[in-house]
């Protein structure tokens, strides 16, 4: 049986199986009929099946994977990620809610992990550029996450209909944050530009720099606001 498990072992790590010779030569010093080698062979080929279809089935997938992804390091290692994860049947995935229910906080995360493509799929059907994805995925991922959490111990709950709106109240509130901060900065944009306009116009007229005062007076803007876009300014 040792022997029989590190052969196992270097087919596992050899991602093939070993062949007849490798198989005997290693046998060599342990007394076996030839009937017993060919068993422990059809075992050793038997066994490397479900890895080299579970390898076939990854490289598919990463075939399927969309080419608007985003190229950062961070996405490329959740793609990896992704790609290692053997998606349950629907049958195991209501065992696993089953425990769930019954109070089991040891499938979380193994539900979490279910629900990382089902996560990727959701952000997908958003309009955004690459890099809001990115943002957007990890967003889901915790809304996903916690609502597991919360389900914990709960019996009478559509889980997929929540899980699917958690993970879509999540990116929707990213979205409208992202969105509030870009109108702030597209705002302050036209502000210090106006600024800068300001400082031009007013110089050639008084042949000098303008004073905060003046610049308020001709901007209405506030003072303070003004010492903000000029502190920003010389930063840049």
């Known amino acids: 049986m040792e022997a029989l498990q590190e052969l196992k072992k270097r087919t596992q790590n050899k991602k093939t199986v070993l062949s007849k010779k490798e198989v005997d030569d290693y046998l060599k010093n342990i007394n076996l009929t030839d009937e017993?080698?060919?068993?422990?062979?059809?075992?050793?080929?038997?066994s490397a099946v479900p890895g080299r279809e579970r390898q076939e089935e990854q490289q598919i997938r990463k075939k399927?994977?969309?080419?608007?992804?985003?190229?950062?390091?961070?996405?490329?290692?959740?793609?990896?990620?992704?790609?290692?994860?053997?998606?349950c049947t629907e049958q195991e995935e209501k065992i696993l809610f089953e425990r769930l229910a019954s109070g089991?906080?040891?499938?979380?995360?193994?539900?979490?992990?279910?629900?990382?493509?089902?996560?990727?799929?959701?952000?997908?059907?958003?309009?955004?550029?690459?890099?809001?994805?990115?943002?957007?995925?990890?967003?889901?991922?915790?809304?996903?996450?916690?609502?597991?959490?919360?389900?914990?111990?709960?019996?009478?709950?559509?889980?997929?209909?929540?899980?699917?709106?958690?993970?879509?109240?999540?990116?929707?509130?990213?979205?409208s944050a992202s969105a509030a901060v870009k109108d702030m900065d597209d705002s302050l944009i036209a502000k210090a530009t106006l600024v800068y306009e300001a400082q031009k116009y007013l110089a050639e007229e008084f042949l000098r720099m303008p004073t905060i005062a003046e610049l308020s007076q001709y901007t209405k803007l506030p003072v303070y606001e003004l010492e903000n876009i000029l502190a920003m300014a010389k930063e840049e």
Not at 68 to 87: A, H
Not at 104 to 117: A, C, G, N
Not at 149 to 163: C, F, I, T, V
Request: aromatic share 10%; charged share 30%; proline share 4%.
């Open 64 to 87: 399927d994977m969309p080419a608007d992804l985003p190229k950062t390091v961070f996405f490329q290692m959740y793609l990896k990620d992704l790609q290692r994860i053997v998606p």
């Open 104 to 175: 089991d906080r040891t499938v979380i995360h193994e539900l979490s992990d279910q629900w990382l493509p089902k996560i990727l799929e959701i952000v997908r059907s958003y309009e955004m550029e690459a890099k809001e994805m990115e943002d957007a995925v990890q967003e889901a991922n915790m809304g996903v996450f916690l609502a597991l959490d919360s389900m914990l111990g709960n019996k009478k709950m559509n889980y997929y209909e929540q899980l699917q709106k958690a993970a879509k109240d999540a990116v929707e509130t990213y979205l």
């Open 36 to 46: 017993q080698k060919e068993l422990v062979y059809q075992y050793l080929t038997e």
